[in-house]
């Protein structure tokens, strides 16, 4: 497994952007596929965004396609998550996941976690 750390998060309006980095631990992060889900108050926990361990495949949540881009720095160890033209229904904890060898966007696939960040956007 790998230790995750989001950082990133804060108070931005709609229409604002804010770019959410997630550092791991380990040196074996470029084997792992990663993930971004968010979880609004009282809404189950949703995926937003997947990247291959090469970083050739992306997918999305068609709520946030064409608005948010999931990237990675396999020399950095960092993957990340630039949220553009940002609508107060982003407003959500924002965790990053990791899957070793993963393709998938189905949460329990997924075998690490980060703590969360906060994004909250205001209308």
């Known amino acids: 497994q790998v230790q995750l750390v989001e950082s990133g998060g804060g108070l931005v309006q709609a229409g604002g952007s804010l770019r959410l980095s997630c550092a791991a631990s380990?040196?074996?992060?470029?084997?792992?596929?990663m993930g971004w889900f968010r979880q609004a108050p009282g809404k189950e926990r949703e995926f937003v965004a997947f990247?291959?361990?090469?970083?050739?495949?992306?997918l999305y949540a068609d709520s946030v396609k064409g608005r948010f881009t999931i990237s990675r720095d396999n020399a950095k160890t960092t993957v990340y998550l630039k949220m553009n033209s940002l609508k107060p229904e982003d407003t959500a904890v924002y965790y990053c996941?990791?899957?070793?060898?993963?393709?998938?966007?189905?949460?329990?696939?997924?075998?690490?976690w980060g703590q969360g960040t906060q994004v909250t956007v205001s209308s």
């Open positions: 996941a990791a899957d070793l060898y993963g393709s998938s966007s189905k949460q329990d696939d997924y075998d690490s």
């Open positions: 380990g040196r074996t992060f470029s084997s792992y596929a």
């Open positions: 990247i291959s361990w090469i970083g050739r495949t992306t």
